[in-house]
């Protein structure tokens, strides 16, 4: 009796124990886990919000580059950490939606083992080509007797994948060629190697506005403030030609839900600054000041639309 009287009040002790923790948090510094090298835009975002969240939490958030495998090592990391909110993910398209119709296997599961912390942005797709280019159109880009070369900053990015569904909604033929990152695609671009790029805006609106490049269409709902006289594939008559790349920060599955209210309040608190905002405008990036169930509710959505699509493609990394 005696025994069963004192586990039951080391079980009643566990939940107030757990928000004393919680009250306490942070009480070291955090680790923002990146699955790309850096220089490029998820570790230059990532960076600059953790610049502003560090004062804001009175710990420094660390960004720690562990790229590999379509961000599947960092993924796997964060994953198999403890739900303490010390221990966080830069997630995407990629890694949260694509991974598993890329994959047979994966070390993590992002439906089971990650939850959403907050939204960073979206970034528009542009298919672009040389000002000289005499293709002068989209309809005339999809006429072309020989298919065109397209590259992508690599295999299984957004950007490839947006453009796979493009040729398959309107109905045309164009040959990947992927690159290690966006800029590397518009230097072959400029160089005429390549006879055009589906970029994301953040990489392609200095080339469209100094006017070393041209756009044919945005893949968006609506034209971009920066590139006003591009046409939306939908505009254009094709049908559900959406596609974006986007990133947020993620948390281990059971991370406590106070824990992860206030990453978000700062996440969003960093994203809404003036400095950013004017960042992302200049880039024509779209922030959105999530919830954390509104950004898995996101992430559900695109689940549904672009894991079916990726299996029809019959698009695989691990064959």
Same mark, same amino acid.
């Given at each position: 009796?005696?025994?069963?009287?004192?586990?039951?009040?080391?079980?009643?002790?566990?939940?107030?124990?757990?928000?004393?923790?919680?009250?306490? =948090?942070?009480?070291?510094?955090?680790?923002?886990?990146?699955?790309?090298?850096?220089?490029?835009?998820?570790?230059?975002? $990532?960076?600059?919000?953790?610049?502003?969240?560090?004062?804001?939490?009175?710990?420094?958030?660390?960004?720690?580059?562990?790229?590999?495998?379509?961000?599947?090592?960092?993924?796997?990391?964060?994953?198999?950490?403890?739900?303490?909110?010390?221990?966080?993910?830069?997630?995407?398209?990629?890694?949260?939606?694509?991974?598993?119709?890329?994959?047979?296997?994966?070390?993590?599961?992002?439906?089971?083992?990650?939850?959403?912390?907050?939204?960073?942005?979206?970034?528009?797709?542009?298919?672009?080509?040389?000002?000289?280019?005499?293709?002068?159109?989209? $309809?005339?880009?999809?006429?072309?007797?020989?298919?065109?070369?397209?590259?992508?900053?690599?295999?299984?990015?957004?950007?490839?994948?947006?453009?796979?569904?493009?040729?398959?909604? $309107?109905?045309?033929?164009?040959?990947?060629?992927?690159?290690?990152?966006?800029?590397?695609?518009?230097?072959?671009?400029?160089?005429?190697?390549?006879?055009?790029?589906?970029?994301?805006?953040?990489?392609?609106?200095?080339?469209?506005?100094?006017?070393?490049?041209?756009?044919?269409?945005?893949?968006?709902?609506?034209?971009?403030?920066?590139?006003?006289?591009?046409?939306?594939?939908?505009?254009?008559?094709?049908?559900?030609?959406?596609?974006?790349? =986007?990133?947020?920060?993620?948390?281990?599955?059971?991370?406590?839900?106070?824990?992860?209210?206030?990453?978000?309040?700062?996440?969003?608190?960093?994203?809404?600054?003036? $400095?950013?905002?004017?960042?992302?405008?200049?880039?024509?990036?779209?922030?959105?000041? =999530?919830?954390?169930?509104?950004?898995?509710?996101?992430?559900?959505?695109?689940?549904?639309? =672009?894991?079916?699509?990726?299996?029809?493609?019959?698009?695989?990394?691990?064959?």
């Amino acid at each position: 009796m005696l025994r069963r009287r004192a586990v039951l009040g080391t079980a009643l002790a566990l939940p107030s124990l757990a928000k004393a923790q919680t009250a306490s =948090w942070p009480e070291r510094a955090l680790r923002w886990v990146v699955g790309y090298p850096p220089g490029g835009p998820s570790d230059t975002y $990532a960076r600059l919000i953790a610049s502003f969240i560090t004062p804001r939490l009175g710990q420094t958030m660390l960004v720690e580059n562990r790229p590999g495998g379509g961000a599947v090592l960092a993924s796997e990391t964060v994953s198999r950490s403890a739900p303490d909110g010390y221990t966080l993910l830069h997630a995407d398209n990629g890694n949260l939606v694509y991974n598993p119709a890329l994959y047979a296997r994966l070390p993590y599961d992002p439906d089971r083992d990650l939850t959403g912390v907050g939204f960073i942005g979206r970034f528009p797709l542009f298919l672009v080509v040389r000002p000289d280019s005499p293709v002068d159109s989209f $309809a005339a880009y999809t006429k072309l007797a020989t298919p065109p070369t397209y590259g992508s900053p690599a295999v299984a990015s957004p950007h490839h994948l947006a453009m796979e569904m493009l040729k398959r909604r $309107a109905g045309f033929d164009a040959t990947h060629v992927p690159y290690r990152g966006g800029p590397a695609a518009m230097q072959d671009l400029l160089g005429g190697t390549l006879d055009s790029v589906l970029i994301d805006c953040a990489t392609g609106i200095p080339f469209l506005r100094d006017g070393k490049a041209r756009a044919l269409v945005v893949l968006s709902e609506a034209r971009s403030a920066q590139a006003p006289g591009v046409p939306t594939a939908l505009e254009l008559g094709i049908d559900k030609a959406v596609a974006f790349g =986007w990133q947020s920060m993620h948390a281990p599955a059971g991370t406590p839900a106070a824990v992860i209210e206030r990453l978000n309040q700062d996440l969003r608190a960093a994203v809404a600054s003036d $400095a950013m905002q004017e960042r992302m405008r200049n880039l024509g990036i779209e922030s959105a000041p =999530w919830t954390p169930g509104a950004l898995n509710d996101f992430v559900a959505a695109e689940n549904g639309v =672009w894991r079916p699509l990726i299996r029809e493609l019959g698009i695989r990394l691990d064959s």
